[in-house]
């Protein structure tokens, strides 16, 4: 038997449901297609950092909007969510401190010129940490570079827009869109579903559907690994961040530590060399972790493009089927802003020229041809 949507999302990651969220909010008809459970890929293995500012130099000055907005967008998102549905995604508002290490290191051009970034010297950062390594020379303080429970904020924008519509249908993989007499047939693992658009949201899954829509396969694993251990030694009220790694203290006293960074690889188990690195890094920042209990360790697969930025967008040619893949380590960021964007374009509403532009998704297209 065949269903039917106005609009049909592939993939309840947080980005799927972030997207759910905003077009249930805007009044449309929604189903939500998952393969598995709801945020059990990427979203679960992320930290959760909304680092606008950390990752300044993967934005660029032209997206740094975007990620500024959706910065903005959770504070509002977060507020309306926990009156909807009860949910905290545990968003700390502690910041975050990216580590200078020698004199020549010193990254606050172009960054001091921003928002809410404030140069720390030796002195201010070893007070506001005890047990940071001595051999720091400074820190910037990137205040509203905050961060949330990743598995939890995505619970909430699924769990609010199902409060407003929309519908889940778990363990349903999509294996096929076609677009036929104007609308799209989905075939499923659970049976056909038909819908007047589609959103394509599965992450670094989405190469599959994407190839058999002319778009080549833009989107490769890059994979990380992540250890937690419990803070037994170090009051930390901010994530801590160098070269890439990070420590981010989560509610319940743990510690994220993260991330390696290993393209192409498919497997979702960590390695022991990954750790050690890992560690290797957390020791920089804080030598005292290695006194920390254990309690876990994983590896995800984060969705990234030759170009490192996201796909976000119409398809030029199949009108109705939009992607929302390819956001790398900034998925958790950038969900809200991304949610809204494909709203807005669902909607015919206003989105500013250049972030269509920066996010057009035939930009990285291999010039297949269309099985579609």
């Known amino acids: ?12 990651g947080i980005i799927g449901s972030a997207i759910a ?15 598995g459970q709801v945020g059990s890929g990427s979203t679960q293995a992320a930290a959760g950092m ?43 508002t502690g910041g975050l401190l990216q580590l200078v290490y020698t004199e020549g290191d010193t990254i606050m051009s172009p960054l001091a010129s921003l928002e809410g970034v404030t140069w720390l010297d030796r002195a201010t950062v070893l007070k506001k940490v005890p047990g940071l390594s001595e051999s720091v020379s400074g820190a910037v303080h990137m205040a509203e570079d905050v961060h949330v429970t990743p598995a939890i904020a ?11 519509g929309a519908q889940t249908n778990t363990y349903t993989r999509v294996d096929e869109i076609v677009k036929e007499s104007g609308r799209y047939r989905l075939r499923t693992s659970k049976g056909e579903w ?8 599965s992450g670094v899954w989405s190469n599959a559907l994407l190839q058999r829509s002319g778009l080549g396969m833009p989107i490769f694993p890059v994979k990380g690994e992540c250890i937690v251990v419990t803070n037994t030694q170090t009051p930390l009220t901010c ?56 309690r876990r360790s994983w590896a995800g697969l984060r969705p990234q493009t030759s170009d490192g930025k996201p796909l976000i967008g119409e398809h030029p040619e199949m009108k109705g089927l939009y992607i929302a893949a390819g956001h790398q380590r900034n998925g958790i960021l950038l969900a809200p802003a991304t949610g809204k964007m494909i709203c807005d374009l669902i909607g015919n509403n206003v989105v500013p020229e250049e972030w269509k532009e920066a996010f057009r998704v035939d930009r990285l297209n291999t010039g297949e041809e269309v099985l579609m």
């Open 239 to 294: 994530s801590l961040f160098h070269d890439q790694h990070y420590i981010v203290p989560r509610n319940n006293n743990e510690l994220v530590i993260g991330a390696t960074k290993v393209k192409n690889d498919w497997s979702t188990e960590p390695t022991l060399g990954g750790l050690q690195t890992v560690m290797e890094k957390a020791r920089k920042m804080l030598p005292n972790v290695d006194k920390m209990p254990f």
């Open 50 to 92: 909304l680092g606008a500012h950390s990752e300044y130099k993967e934005f660029g000055a032209s997206l740094y909007p975007f990620a500024r907005t959706s910065q903005r967008l959770y504070e509002q998102a977060e507020a309306d969510i926990r009156s909807l549905t009860g949910i905290d995604m545990e968003r700390r």
């Open 154 to 164: 995505c619970k909430g924008f699924h769990t609010a827009a199902r409060m407003l």
């Open 21 to 35: 969220y905003y077009l249930a909010k805007a009044g449309h008809q929604v189903d939500l297609l998952e393969a």
């Open 194 to 201: 038909q819908a007047d658009r589609v959103v394509v949201a």
């Open 1 to 12: 038997m065949k269903r039917f949507s106005e609009v049909a999302i592939v993939g309840g």
